[in-house]
């Protein structure tokens, strides 16, 4: 499989997996695209991503960050969140920190593909991606998602990727067979149209009988998509979105699910604004699980390991500098270099495995985080406005 | 002022203050120092600070890292902090994460300054900074401690700040009278002999009477040193010592130790590692203080508020994302252009004014930081060991 989807060596692809043809949708599901203006060269940039059958089991996870775009808001107010028929989407414009005005835009999305789709307001998510800040031009965009439900097709996931890509250099999207199910996703990571925020969004689609949709999605965002760090950053606008039919009347793979947002998850980190390599942090012996998560966190924040990744400095101390700040005021002995195993830091390998061996306890935690180079600075800090 | 010490906007000068010649310590005390080797180029290396008065008043503030350095746990373990007549130092070694052997030759340094000077051990604070995980050459620094004893002055401030000094682009150090009292500080900031952690030390000399030193220090550290982060990495060996003999028998003049300390931090963060640029964000209308602190410390470390400072962004929706991610799951309105004052973060200003204004009560916090760009990653990556 290695140079197929699941290629990071911190995935194992469930067994029997088989890839498909990766713009074909999972069964029941159709995606079109059109092209409004948002992002510049022509690209798509509205989506539409619909299913055809009548009943559906969906979850969403939005974004926690306080300053939530008026999509998530949308999301949170007006979307069933179980039965999510359709979602609109769209890349170049975040559509946050618009106020009142960008919540009625976010609305009347939903409710142009509502209209256009035969759907209930409630049965369509909106996501969007790009510069925060700018109003939306409305007019172009509800003609592009009339455009867009005129052009739905089953192998149009590849033009329901572009709709949500901004500055991504490659394409997340993956079509599976396993089990007697088919399984498509399609997901963006930490671009950005001009600098601004990363912004990281998936969608799901599977005609597999999942009968809590919330709790799998939960299961599996956790180790996935909550375990990346590009730069500490919480977006605005983070959205996954989950649906299945059950058509094919049999369960999901144990551990499909999680595999591919996993993988897609370290597509993110490894395509993150100006990433070169990306690292994997194991937290082991600490004493809870908070304690954990807070030193393996510290350490994946840490612009100092983060430039030794990127430097290919195997700077063990930079570790034992961060891990004793995440547990300050602790009473404990010196992280020494044998508690620290950082030779990958300054390794060839694209994927380095960094391990900390507290002794406090049973707890541990991992974090897949991006490097810091001069490409995030030239990225994020070369831009006048 | 603006052309003496108290350059910063954000600082004023108490009244009254004048500036003496810096190299001159205040009455009563003498420095001295020696080139052993630890760094290169025949600079100053080992330093002593010592005290005539018999009897002193003193404090010391030390990191609370978890990894704190050797010389950090002497401080803890066998220094009287209220009663520290000599400080012996060197630059160009942390002994951090030296272990045992660490914590042995810490003290050894402290016992060879104790025994040049004629004090005891318990009256000597240690304190060291450059790359870590390496041995100190001890024969080579105790030789360089006794060189130092013999050449202690009242007007070698200068060496003994060169002896505290790693990559500091500019020394730090005053003497000022006001009030007729004499204070002489000098301070080492945010640099590295070998990339590693930065590490600041401040040591303050004065002949005024402080009857409450440890409250005293507290007081002026809190709003000066406790406000700055250049990397959000909190060292393994920071230290501020405050001595004081009384001599005058005048009280310090309000406000003359927080402002000295104020500059001296905000010289640290000017002279951070590659910074280009600092800047000042004022949280207002939070909820409590710890969310005040919180919100200001996320913007402070946000490596997109930092690359936007760098670049002379003006890019007020990541002050509005790192706002809302401190404040995730919180239940706000929008955090607008109109809450935001970001204009300076786009101005020539080398000292940029940012605000922040929330909706949520009265409590209100300000952070000082350096901005992020292409010379904190060459300083920090481009070392290969």
Redesign the interface.
Known sequence: MSDGFFRSRWVDAPRGVEELEPAQLAPGFRAGGAHVGLKNGGATDVGLLVCDAERIDSALVLT??????APIRVCRDVVDQANVRAAVVNSGNAN????EK?FADALAMSERAADALGLEVAQVAVAETGV??VPMPMGSVLQGIEAAAENLAPDHADVFAEAITTTDRWRKLVTLTAGGVTLSAQAKGAGMIQ???ATMLCFVQTDAVVKDPAAALRRAVEPSFNRITV??????NDTVLLQATGASGRPLPEGLLEAVLLQMAIEIVRDGEGTARAGRIDVTGAADRGEAERVARAIA????VK??L?????????I?????????????D????DSIDADEL?AETPEANIALRLHRGDARAHVYFAD???E???L??????
């Open positions: 926690r960050n306080a300053s939530a775009a946050a920190e618009t106020g960008g925060i800040g600098p601004n925020m730069d500490g950053q919480m977006s605005t924040n840490s612009p100092l430039t030794a990127y430097g290919r400095d195997p700077n063990w101390g930079r034992a500098q961060a891990a004793g700040a995440a547990l300050v005021g602790a009473d404990m010196e992280i020494g270099a300054g810091l180079g001069h995030y600075v030239t994020n800090a070369e831009y006048t406005t």
